[in-house]
C-alpha cells in the first residue's frame, strides 16, 4: 500500500545491518539564497492562486452557462478540476519547503503524493485524446457528431479517463511497495518523482521499472495515438476545404487544444524522454515546474482568451447578475 509505514516494509537482508529504512524523504527544492527563495515564494503563491481562480471559475462558468453545455467544454471542465487537483497536490507542498526550508516529506506523504501525481497524469493524457477525438468527429463527420458525441458517449469517455488514470496509480503503488529505501534518500526535485524514487531505492527495481514501462506502453502510447491520428484525419478534412474561410474556421476550432497539447507534452518529453536532461537535474526542474505549476495555469486562458462561445457565456452570465442585482 502506498500508506503504509516504512516500519511495515519488508527489509531485504543484506540492508538490515548497514541501512535504516526510510521514514522519510529529502527534497532538494531550488536555490538556498534567501532572497532567491522569497523571491520564488512569492511567484509561485501568486501561480497557485491564478491556477485556483482560473480553473475553479471555468468550472463554475461551465456548468452556469447554458451556451457551454456541450462535449467539448464538458470535456475541458473536468480537464479544470485535473488541473486543479495535479497543481494543488504539487505546490502547497512546494510552497512550504521554499517558505519555511522545510525539505522532508514523510515516507507516506511521499507516496501519497506520487500516486495521485500518476492518477491524473494519465487521465488528463485520455482527456487530452477524448478532446482530440471530440474534434476530429466535429469537423470530419459534422452530420454525426450529434449521435457520436451523445451525452452518454460523453460520460463514458470521462469516467474512462479517470479509471485509466487511477489503473495507473494502482500499478504503480504495487511496484513501489516492494522497493527499499535507505534513510538518507535525497529526491534532487521538489516532489516525488517516481522515476527518481525507483532510481534511489536500494533494493530489486525490476518490478517498478516493467510496471512503469508497461503502463507508458499501454496507456501512454495509446492516448497520443489518439491525438495523432485525429489530428492527421483533421488536417486532411481541412486542406480538403475549398474557402480559405472555411479553412481558417475549422482550424481555429483546433488551435486551443493545440496549444493545450504542446505545453502537456512538451515538459513531459523533456523530463522523460531525453536522455541528456537525465545526467542534469536542471533542466528536469525547470521542466517540471512547466508541467506541475504552469501548465494548470494557463489551460484556462488558453481555452477562454480566443474562445468567443466562452466570452459569450461569461457576458451572458454576468449581464445576468446585474439585472438580478437592480
Known amino acids: 500500500?502506498?500508506?503504509?509505514?516504512?516500519?511495515?516494509?519488508?527489509?531485504?537482508?543484506?540492508?538490515?545491518?548497514?541501512?535504516?529504512?526510510?521514514?522519510?524523504?529529502?527534497?532538494?527544492?531550488?536555490?538556498?539564497?534567501?532572497?532567491?527563495?522569497?523571491?520564488?515564494?512569492?511567484?509561485?503563491?501568486?501561480?497557485?492562486?491564478?491556477?485556483?481562480?482560473?480553473?475553479?471559475g471555468m468550472?463554475?462558468?461551465?456548468?452556469?452557462?447554458?451556451?457551454l453545455h456541450s462535449p467539448m467544454y464538458y470535456f475541458l471542465g473536468n480537464l479544470a478540476f485535473v488541473n486543479l487537483c495535479t497543481s494543488t497536490i504539487i505546490t502547497p507542498r512546494m510552497l512550504a519547503g521554499v517558505l519555511l526550508g522545510k525539505k522532508g516529506i514523510t515516507y507516506a506523504g511521499c507516496m501519497a503524493q506520487m500516486f495521485t501525481f500518476c492518477l491524473f497524469l494519465v487521465t488528463e493524457c485520455f482527456l487530452l485524446a477524448a478532446m482530440a477525438y471530440d474534434r476530429y468527429v466535429a469537423i470530419c463527420h459534422p452530420l454525426l457528431y450529434p449521435l457520436v458525441m451523445s451525452p452518454e458517449?460523453?460520460?463514458?469517455?470521462?469516467?474512462?479517463?479517470?479509471?485509466?488514470?487511477?489503473?495507473?496509480?494502482v500499478g504503480q503503488a504495487i511496484g513501489m511497495s516492494s522497493l527499499f529505501f535507505c534513510s538518507s534518500s535525497t529526491i534532487?526535485?521538489?516532489?516525488c518523482d517516481i522515476s527518481l524514487l525507483i532510481s534511489l531505492s536500494t533494493s530489486?527495481?525490476?518490478?517498478?521499472?516493467?510496471?512503469?514501462?508497461?503502463s507508458s506502453s499501454l496507456l501512454g502510447v495509446p492516448?497520443?495515438?489518439?491525438?495523432?491520428?485525429?489530428?492527421?484525419?483533421?488536417i486532411s478534412t481541412i486542406l480538403s476545404i475549398s474557402s480559405a474561410e472555411g479553412k481558417r474556421k475549422a482550424f481555429s476550432t483546433c488551435t486551443s487544444h493545440l496549444t493545450a497539447l504542446s505545453t502537456f507534452y512538451g515538459p513531459l518529453i523533456f523530463m522523460y524522454l531525453?536522455?541528456?536532461?537525465?545526467?542534469?537535474?536542471?533542466?528536469?526542474?525547470?521542466?517540471?515546474?512547466?508541467?506541475?505549476?504552469v501548465t494548470p495555469m494557463l489551460n484556462p486562458f488558453i481555452y477562454s482568451l480566443r474562445n468567443q462561445e466562452v466570452k459569450a457565456g461569461l457576458w451572458r452570465l454576468m449581464g445576468r447578475k446585474r439585472s438580478a442585482e437592480k
Open 59 to 67: 468550472i463554475t462558468l461551465i456548468r452556469a452557462s447554458a451556451l
Open 153 to 169: 458517449r460523453c460520460s463514458q469517455l470521462v469516467t474512462g479517463s479517470y479509471l485509466l488514470g487511477l489503473t495507473n496509480a
Open 1 to 56: 500500500s502506498p500508506h503504509s509505514g516504512p516500519m511495515h516494509r519488508p527489509t531485504p537482508p543484506e540492508f538490515r545491518l548497514n541501512c535504516t529504512p526510510a521514514t522519510e524523504f529529502s527534497l532538494a527544492g531550488f536555490s538556498e539564497d534567501p532572497a532567491t527563495q522569497v523571491i520564488l515564494f512569492l511567484l509561485f503563491l501568486l501561480t497557485y492562486l491564478v491556477t485556483i481562480l482560473g480553473n475553479l
Open 223 to 234: 492516448s497520443l495515438l489518439v491525438v495523432l491520428v485525429s489530428y492527421v484525419a483533421i
Open 204 to 214: 530489486d527495481t525490476t518490478l517498478s521499472l516493467i510496471i512503469l514501462r508497461t
Open 274 to 293: 531525453i536522455p541528456s536532461c537525465r545526467s542534469s537535474r536542471q533542466p528536469d526542474k525547470v521542466a517540471s515546474v512547466f508541467c506541475t505549476v
Open 188 to 191: 534532487s526535485l521538489f516532489f
